[in-house]
């Protein structure tokens, strides 16, 4: 089984930063993408930013030139580092990884997506 675990979300002021991190672990294989998803009270989850396993990037475009997606590929780990906060950017966070194979038994399994819990991050104007 697959765990995800995210940190870094908090208060921040409008204009302020903040850095979220999202830790696999498991036995895992490869993973094809992974990627910072966010969800408004009363909206849909929606996709802020996602890396994929060659390093290629995909932002929301409310948040070009202001979120910035990376990685560390020996911890397992991705990071969103969040410029520049708009009160609109507060929302719960949640990291996926999408595409997973696992090692179980000595064998490669695909198993598909994992969330992880969500953190929380509000910008007061």
């Known amino acids: 089984q697959v765990q995800l675990v995210e940190s870094g979300g908090g208060l921040v002021q409008a204009g302020g930063s903040l850095r979220l991190s999202c830790a696999a672990s498991?036995?895992?294989?490869?993973?094809?993408?992974m990627g910072w998803y966010r969800q408004a009270p009363g909206n849909k989850r929606e996709l802020v930013a996602s890396?994929?396993?060659?390093?290629?990037?995909n932002y929301a475009d409310a948040v070009k030139g202001r979120f910035t997606i990376s990685r560390d590929n020996a911890k397992n780990t991705r990071y969103l580092q969040m410029n520049s906060l708009k009160p609109e950017d507060t929302a719960v966070y949640y990291c996926?990884?999408?595409?997973?194979?696992?090692?179980?038994?000595?064998?490669?399994?695909?198993?598909?997506?994992?969330w992880g819990q969500g953190t929380q991050v509000t910008v007061s104007s």
């Open positions: 890396i994929t396993s060659g390093g290629s990037t």
């Open positions: 498991g036995s895992i294989f490869s993973i094809n993408a």
């Open positions: 996926n990884a999408e595409g997973v194979t696992e090692y179980r038994a000595g064998a490669r399994y695909y198993t598909g997506d994992y």
